[in-house]
């Protein structure tokens, strides 16, 4: 259905989102098939469901911006990365790392120095190193050589270092 949209499809779509009472799953694979058509305007039927008290709508939500232009969704991932489950977090910080963009990389600098959740500042440093920004390395640099920074995130900024930029990491490490 997401493959192939037309405004039946479409209108089907909206209808399965907008009823309460429909299958939970059906609605989160509603959302993806909106997703997967890519199509602007189906943006605002996604947006309601990234703020969802479901914790699985939101994940659905937030996996749908993956088929969208990824400039035009930047806001929305921006808003995702303060998303109440820690796993949606990681999910766009994944998606933001396949899609390198590049307009979150102050973002995901905060996740991966204030994020509450251990996974989630993991993967906001390997996003980071994919990022591959001059701000995200001092930020990371700034972190190995604090003496508060535990040694499972400075073991893993060490191998970000060595793996992306080996000579200067001479110097740091």
Sequence with gaps: ??????????????????????EK???????SALGKQGQVENLSLIKPS???????????????????DPQTVV???????????????VGVLKVVSEKKLLGLEDAVMFTAEEDPE?????????????LDGANSWQMMERLFKDSKTGDEIR???AELLITKHFVQSKEII
Excluded: C
Aim: hydrophobic share 40%; charged share 25%; glycine share 10%.
């Design 1 to 22: 259905m997401g493959k192939y949209p037309n405004q039946e499809t479409t209108k089907m779509l909206k209808d399965i989102i907008g009823d309460s009472g429909e």
């Design 25 to 31: 799953v059906l609605r989160y694979e509603a959302l």
């Design 50 to 68: 990234l703020t969802s008290n479901d914790v699985y709508e939101r994940g659905a939500a937030i996996n749908a911006l993956g088929g969208f």
């Design 75 to 89: 806001p929305l991932y921006r808003q995702a990365l303060r998303d109440g489950m820690w796993r949606n977090r």
């Design 118 to 130: 251990k996974p989630v500042r993991t993967e906001a440093l390997r996003t980071l190193a994919v």
């Design 155 to 157: 073991g893993l900024i």
